[in-house]
Structures are given as structure tokens and as C-alpha cells.
């Protein structure tokens, strides 16, 4: 597709939104299908795809815009009731989703969207919509469990004369509404379909030519509008335009809606519009010579039957739920570096204000406690900006609903998903990455986990597999538990399957965690038929791989017949690890804490040689290699004698190493930054951390120093 | 830096200098090397640097530049010459690579000089002396031979190498 037609900052913009309205939409009609009469739901749902469809409009996308205008026509239908809720209906606009979001990958210059797909989507939406049209001319019985559409509702689907409505509609936008992409002519020829409509332009507020600025709107409109369409439809029409204050739609004559209408303004806002309404009059008697002229259309604008509406509640819910701004993780991470910084220089402060005090005491008291004044700010700020970067993790719990839907719908199998802890927070980077080990697990609980309906009914359980999805707080970091009902591992089967498969030999005594983690072995899989979803046997491994990425864990629970538990244990950010800082010659290395086991100060007796070279260490009867930092890093080349220094015991992945070093210095918080940013990546540096003297600090990558030191012994 | 800031600096020297480009020229051993001035953001001491191991002889290490970390590369190292003592006096050029920021120590800095486009030649068509890729250019100018450096290459080479070292590692 040919992206250099479109602005690349309006296209962000609207991909932004798009991305958000998206996710809604698809939690809308997940909801819906649970709750077929959910009015929120319905309206939630148009409401994304008439934004998505205008943002469309916007940056000049015609495609994606024609495709949301007939999902939109589907969804009106719904929402007026003229058309139930089933699941293929779910299904269609489930699958539209999926196109909208093959157009905005399309936009972001991905990938090429199979345009087949739209076709294909629309057609089936194109179907589904000239069903409820069929439908539309019988009379509706079920409009009357929806109250809130009723009385609109008969007034629409019985298109009798008397029903039409004639509404004054008066379009007095502001004068730069050009420049933020408003298009008033559009809007007219809108309203030109509903009905009949007559237009009076208003061209007195146009200034002299030496004076017109070009792009700016002087022009405004007064409409007169004969329609069946309801005052809800209008405003949809209206729905960007609502927040202008010359906007309004009036009903002239038509059904009683008014003083429903009436009831439900309180009296705040009448006090506000009273004096608008007062300039409004003003502004009426003119229009009403116009019309006079325009024929006996309108006779009398009858005062009496008006009542102002001030903004209708749609776009009003619509900027309290969007208070929020997109930001770019660029800025947030520059922000961040910038109170790391500051976090640095206030230790440097506090440095000099011992010193301070060893030359003037009283100076150096004053000093200091304004560097704690201080200090307690910068730490709040820290807090605070750290804070930005945590997001609710229902963000990423929310597609799986749509998966197991899918799943469902597929296999035949009746499954609850069950989420509870939707609001907890963590690091937006590690939720972005949650995502795909998240995916697997619940597939595999559905697949391998949840038993077929039948059997389920066999040993006395509910028909229906219920998967529990959990977030949680706790020990300082984040727990997530996929849980199933199901028939749980049984771990006889995987111990025979890993010595069928050479993972293990007989002697291998292995506790009910220990066979577990097989599961997570390479070309491990269990499953007794393989299916498209999961089972190919390359899930488990590359789950716990990406875990372990992101610095968590992952435990299994499992009772056979009554189901297992999938644990996952995270730190709450990356962006920060607690660290051992030990001393090489005159380098400073940061160990993460999480692998250190010990660290001992060893006897030249406990240290051999094998072949020579290779150093190992004698720790309670186990021999363990040892990795002699300072060769490794080549910081020197003379042979000290190790009984001086000391060994800090790591281990990752079962491998266990003895790094020597010459000093333990201190342990603490580090800031983690990434070597890659100004450099390339070099094996054995996981990133690098700035000390309180502003000295860089290298952390040591042990996963790839480990296997190197295995390799050399 | 932000880009907009770069860029309003982009144009004032668009403004200033008329006649050509400018350029920062700098002393390594017996020559004269000159880059971009738009690529040089500032000039700094040599100070407190962290060794990185298993590099090139011509990675010095990292420094803290006001919260990032930044590579330092020695340019004597790198064209093959032997190293001098590192002193207070000896300055970093931190330059602008492929939207990465890189400490250059070098010997010494020279001037900043206008330089009309025309005045550039290109490096000499020989594979035997030089590593002609580095090259950008020469000229002539106030009796001397100017080099002008091409920094691109001269660090996506190490990244290629260290990709490479980097992968057989993994493999293994």
C-alpha cells in the first residue's frame, strides 16, 4: 500500500486511538455476548467504530472508512434493537475487528493486509445486515425489553407520516474547526440523507476580502430537518462537533420525547444555559424570518416546545474516560535517565556534606539538612516516575478472552475464562511480554487441561471447564496463576515419557516439582493428540525462556483430576535489580542478587588445578569450577594468590560457578541501563549501571558466563 | 537532544556559513583528520572509565555522560599507532554515529574551519595503504592534507565483527 499519501503525524494519531478503541470494542462484544441486552455494551461498540471510522475520514482512508460505515449500519441495527444478538453475529464482528486491525498494521507499514479478508468480512457483515433489514419492516415485540429504546424505536420501524419529526438544527462551529480537520460539508450532506432538509447559510459574519483569512470558517448553518431518524441519530451525526457551543439540535415537532428529556437536566446545567438560551432566542427570531421565507415549512418555531439539551452524555463519558495522553516510552525513558541522574547527584551531596562537616560543623549540619529536605523530594519523584511506567495488566489479560472464545466456538468445548486481578500493576514492558507466554499457557490449559465435555460429566464434574486467570501482589513482586479445573499432570506419565525420550536416566531421583519442570524441557510434550492449537511440543521451553527473560519464574501445581496451576513470579519493573557490587582490580562489577547463593572466603587449600588450567573449588566435598574474573575480563595477567580474595557462589539453570573476586563492596539497588543504546551488545554484560560516584558499573551477564565458563573446564 | 533541537542547529549553521560545510579538524599522531561539526556534540575530559572485556584493543570502555553510557573508542589504537599516556589534558570528542553517541580520544584538537564543497577530492583509488572505507575525503588546505573521516563505517565494521563473535558464542 502506498503510505506516502497520508500524513505520517495524523496517521500516529489515529493509529494511537485505533489501537485503544480496538481493544474495546473486542471487550465490548465479548461482553455482550455474555449479556445479549447490555445497552453500554452496544453502545460502547458503535461508539468505537463510528471514532475509528472518522479518524478513517481524517487522514483519508477511504477503504478502512467504507468498511467501518457498513460494520457501524450492522451495529445500529443492534443497537436499535431491530436486530438480537447471536453468535454468529459475535462472530462476524469479532472478525471485523481482526480486519481493522490488519488495516492499522497495513498503515503502520508492517505488513500487507490480505484485503481478501475485508472482502470476505464485509460480505458476511453486508449479510448480516440485510437480514434486520427484512426484519426491520414486521414490527418489533422485543424493542419492548429494551426501554431505553422504545419509544424512538416505534417511532422509527412504523414509518407512518405522523411519526416524522422535524428538528431546527443550528451549526455555529468555531472559527479554526477547518484547520482541526472538521468538514461542515460532509456534515450537511449527512443530514441531507436523513430526511428532507432545508439549508440557510448564514454569510454575515464573513469580513471584508482584505481581511478573510482563508482558513478559517465564517460561514454557519441553520437546517431544517424533516426525518423518522431519531434525536440519538442526529447526534451521532454530530458526535465530533457536540463540544462546539453554537451546535444544537432542536425538535420543532414530533413525538413527546421532550419532557423525558427535560426531566433528566438537572438544574445546574439549566442554570448555565439559561443565558445561552437567551442568545439563542435572539439568534431565533432572524432564523425565523429566513424560514419564513423559505416557505410555510415552519410556520410557527414554536419556543414553548423547545428545551435546550446540552451535550448529550455520549461525548461527555467519552472525555472522562479518555484522561489520559499517549506518550512515547522514548520520553519516559529520557525522564527516567534524567531522575536516575538526580538520584546519583544528590548521594554525591550527601558525600560532601560529611566532608562539609568535618571542616565547619554548623555548615555542614545546615547543609545536610537540606540535602535530606531534598532528598525526600527526588525520592517521590523516583516513586512517581517509576509509577508512570505501570500499567494494569487487564491490558493483557483481555485478549485471552477472545481466544478461549474462539476455542470454543472451534472445539465444541464449554469453557469459562475467569480473571480477577485485572487492575494489578507492573512494568509496561514486562505486560507487553506477558502477552505470548500468557497465550500458551491458556491454550494449553484448554487443550491439554479442560477434558472433553462428556467426560467431564463422567467423574461428577461441571460441564463447563472453568480457567482462572489471577494477578496478584505479593513478596514485592507479581504473581500471575493460570489455573484450570481440569485433569490435572500426571506426573507418572511424564517421567516415563522423559526416559522414553533420553531426558533423564532411571537413576534419576526427581521430586513431584522436579518432573514438573521436564514440562519445560525441549521437544517435551504430553499431549495425546496434537492439535493446532498447542502440542507441537515447542511451547513449554520457550515459555519458560521468555520468563526467565523478564526475569520471573514459573511453578507448577497439578493434582490429577482436579486440575493445575500455572505460577508466574515477576519482579514488579525491569528497570531496576537488586545487586551485589564486588571489586576487580580497579573495576567495579554489579552481580544480580537473584543468582548469588553464597560468598566465601576460601583457603589456598581448597582451590586444584585440572589439567593444569582449569580452576576448581572445593566447597562442603562438591567441586565447583571456578571463573577468575580478572582473567576472564583480561584485567591482569599476573597469577595472585586466591587465598586473598573471595569466591562468590552463583548459579543459573542448575550450573553452579565460583566467581573470583577481590572485594565485596556493598549491595543495593542499581538501576539497570542498556549497553546497546550508545553501543552494541557484549557477551557476559547484561547492561550497565551508574554508581553514586558516577562511575559505570558493568552487571554481569551470568546465563552466558556461565555457559562459557562450563565450556572452558 | 532532542531532534528538534538538532535540527534548529542544523539551520543556524545553514545560515552562518554560506560558502560550505563546517568541520572540526583534530591531530592523530602526524595527521590531520577533520569531520562533520554537525556529527560533534561536545567536547570532554578523559575521566573514570569502566574497561569492557573482550574488545578490541581500540574500546577503551564506557563512561557516564550525564546518565547514559557511552563507548569510548581511541582513534590512535584504532588507525594501528601506539597508544599515548592518558593525562588530564586528553580529550574526548563525543560524536554522533548512526543515531548512536561515541567518546573519540584523540590527540589533540585543532579548529574549526569553513570549507567549500569543491575543495573535497576523493581518497586516492588504492586498497594498499589505507582502509580506504574510513575515507571520505581529502584537501588541501592551509598547506596541509586534511583527511575527513567516515564515522559510519568506521564503527559498523566493529559492530559487523562483534555480531559475528557474538553469534558463534551463542551457537555454541
Redesign the interface.
Known amino acids: 500500500m502506498d503510505l506516502s499519501k497520508f500524513d505520517p503525524e495524523a496517521v500516529r494519531l489515529f493509529l494511537e486511538e485505533a489501537t485503544d478503541m480496538q481493544d474495546q470494542i473486542e471487550e465490548s462484544l465479548l461482553t455482550l455476548e455474555g449479556d445479549p441486552s447490555n445497552q453500554d455494551a452496544v453502545n460502547n461498540a458503535f461508539r468505537g467504530f463510528h471514532t475509528i471510522k472518522g479518524g478513517a475520514g481524517m487522514i483519508g482512508f477511504e477503504e478502512l472508512q467504507k468498511y467501518t460505515h457498513e460494520v457501524e449500519f450492522l451495529l445500529s441495527d443492534v443497537r436499535g434493537g431491530s436486530r438480537t444478538v447471536t453468535e454468529e453475529l459475535i462472530s462476524a464482528l469479532l472478525s471485523s475487528i481482526d480486519c481493522l486491525r490488519g488495516f492499522c498494521s497495513e498503515l503502520e507499514g508492517e505488513d500487507d493486509f490480505d484485503h481478501t479478508l475485508a472482502e470476505a468480512s464485509l460480505a458476511q457483515i453486508r449479510i448480516l445486515s440485510g437480514d434486520s433489514k427484512n426484519l426491520e419492516e414486521t414490527p418489533q415485540p422485543e424493542s419492548i425489553t429494551q426501554p431505553e429504546s422504545t419509544p424512538q424505536e416505534s417511532a422509527s420501524t412504523s414509518s407512518s407520516k405522523d411519526t416524522r419529526s422535524r428538528y431546527l438544527i443550528r451549526l455555529k462551529f468555531s472559527e479554526d474547526i477547518l484547520e482541526n480537520g472538521g468538514n461542515p460539508i460532509v456534515l450537511l450532506k449527512d443530514f441531507h440523507e436523513q430526511g428532507e432538509c432545508y439549508v440557510t447559510p448564514h454569510c454575515h459574519s464573513i469580513p471584508d476580502l482584505e481581511f478573510l483569512d482563508p482558513t478559517k470558517l465564517h460561514l454557519h448553518w441553520s437546517l431544517v430537518l424533516s426525518t423518522t431518524k431519531t434525536r440519538e441519530d442526529l447526534e451521532e451525526l454530530l458526535m465530533f462537533f457536540m463540544d462546539e457551543e453554537g451546535v444544537e439540535i432542536k425538535l420543532i415537532q414530533g413525538p413527546p420525547e421532550e419532557t423525558k428529556i427535560k426531566q433528566d437536566i438537572n438544574a445546574g446545567i439549566l442554570e448555565a444555559t439559561t443565558e445561552q438560551l437567551r442568545q439563542a432566542k435572539v439568534q431565533e427570531s432572524s432564523t425565523d424570518k429566513t424560514l419564513k421565507k423559505e416557505g410555510p415549512k415552519s410556520p410557527s418555531v414554536s419556543q414553548k416546545s423547545e428545551t435546550k439539551v446540552t451535550k448529550p452524555d455520549t461525548p461527555k463519558k467519552k472525555d472522562e474516560s479518555g484522561g489520559t495522553i499517549h506518550v512515547s516510552n522514548m520520553k519516559l525513558d529520557k525522564l527516567m535517565?534524567?531522575v536516575?541522574?538526580t538520584v546519583?547527584n544528590q548521594a554525591r551531596l550527601k558525600e560532601f556534606g560529611q566532608e562539609l562537616r568535618l571542616a565547619d560543623r554548623r555548615m555542614g549540619d545546615l547543609y545536610q539538612q537540606i540535602v535530606y529536605d531534598s532528598d525526600i523530594v527526588v525520592r517521590e519523584l523516583q516513586d512517581q516516575v517509576m509509577n508512570i511506567r505501570m500499567v494494569p495488566i487487564k491490558g493483557t489479560f483481555l485478549p485471552l478472552q477472545r481466544i478461549v472464545r474462539d476455542y470454543c466456538v472451534g472445539s465444541g468445548k464449554k469453557i469459562k475464562l475467569q480473571i480477577s486481578g485485572g487492575e494489578t500493576e507492573l512494568d509496561k514492558n514486562v505486560s507487553e511480554k506477558l502477552g505470548g507466554p500468557l497465550k500458551h499457557l491458556v491454550r494449553n490449559a484448554m487443550d491439554h487441561g479442560i477434558e472433553s465435555s462428556e467426560k467431564r460429566l463422567e467423574t461428577g464434574k461441571e460441564e463447563a471447564g472453568t480457567i482462572y486467570l489471577r494477578a496478584f501482589h505479593g513478596e514485592g513482586h507479581v504473581f500471575i496463576e493460570v489455573q484450570d479445573d481440569g485433569g490435572g499432570i500426571n506426573s507418572e506419565v511424564i517421567l516415563q515419557k522423559a526416559l522414553n525420550k533420553g531426558l533423564i536416566d532411571e537413576k534419576a531421583d526427581l521430586d513431584e516439582q522436579g518432573i514438573f519442570r521436564l514440562l519445560f524441557h525441549a521437544g517435551f510434550s504430553t499431549a495425546e493428540n496434537v492439535s493446532d492449537i498447542s502440542g507441537r511440543g515447542v511451547g513449554m521451553d520457550v515459555v519458560r525462556q521468555e520468563i526467565e527473560s523478564l526475569r520471573g519464574a514459573i511453578f507448577i501445581k497439578s493434582e490429577v483430576g482436579m486440575g493445575s496451576t500455572f505460577q508466574i513470579k515477576l519482579p514488579l519493573t525491569l528497570a531496576i535489580i537488586e545487586g551485589m557490587l564486588v571489586q576487580v582490580k580497579n573495576?567495579?562489577y554489579t552481580i544480580p542478587l537473584l543468582s548469588i547463593l553464597e560468598s566465601i572466603r576460601p583457603t589456598a587449600d581448597q582451590f586444584r588445578t585440572m589439567q593444569k588450567q582449569g580452576e576448581v573449588i572445593e566447597v562442603r566435598g562438591e567441586y565447583l569450577p571456578v571463573l577468575n574474573l580478572g582473567k576472564?575480563?583480561?584485567?591482569e595477567s599476573d597469577r595472585k594468590i586466591h587465598a586473598e580474595k573471595l569466591v562468590v557462589i552463583v548459579e543459573n539453570n542448575k550450573m553452579r560457578c565460583g566467581l573470583l573476586v577481590d572485594r565485596i563492596l556493598d549491595q543495593q539497588q542499581v538501576v539497570i541501563?542498556?549497553?546497546e543504546?550508545?553501543?552494541?551488545?557484549?557477551?557476559?554484560?547484561a547492561g550497565?549501571t551508574?554508581l553514586g560516584d558516577?562511575?559505570?558499573?558493568?552487571i554481569l551477564d551470568l546465563p552466558?558466563l556461565l555457559r562459557?565458563s562450563f565450556?572452558q573446564n | 537532544m532532542g531532534l528538534k533541537e538538532k535540527s534548529k542547529y542544523e539551520d543556524s549553521y545553514e545560515f552562518s556559513n554560506h560558502e560550505g560545510q563546517q568541520y572540526v579538524s583534530f591531530k592523530i599522531a602526524e595527521e590531520t583528520y577533520m569531520v562533520d561539526i554537525k556529527k560533534v556534540r561536545e567536547f570532554i575530559t578523559y575521566d573514570r572509565i569502566s574497561i569492557i572485556p573482550n574488545l578490541p584493543e581500540h574500546y577503551k570502555g564506557v563512561i557516564n555522560l550525564r546518565g547514559s553510557i557511552i563507548p569510548v573508542m581511541d582513534l590512535r589504537l584504532r588507525f594501528g599507532y601506539p597508544q599515548l599516556e592518558y593525562n588530564e589534558r586528553t580529550v574526548l570528542m563525543t560524536i554522533f554515529v548512526e543515531e548512536k553517541l561515541i567518546g573519540m580520544v584523540v590527540d589533540k584538537v585543532l579548529d574549526v574551519i569553513n570549507l567549500p564543497a569543491e575543495n573535497l577530492q576523493p581518497p586516492p583509488e588504492t586498497e594498499m595503504i589505507v582502509d580506504r572505507q574510513f575515507l571520505e575525503g581529502l584537501c588541501e588546505w592551509k598547506g596541509e592534507m586534511l583527511i575527513l573521516l567516515n564515522l559510519d563505517s568506521l564503527f559498523s565494521q566493529d559492530k559487523a565483527i562483534q555480531a559475528l563473535t557474538g553469534n558463534t558464542e551463542n551457537s555454541n
Open positions: 535517565n534524567l536516575g541522574e546519583i573495576q567495579v576472564a575480563f583480561n584485567l541501563k542498556s549497553m543504546e550508545n553501543f552494541f551488545q557484549i557477551p557476559g554484560i550497565a551508574i558516577g562511575r559505570v558499573s558493568l552466558s562459557k565450556k
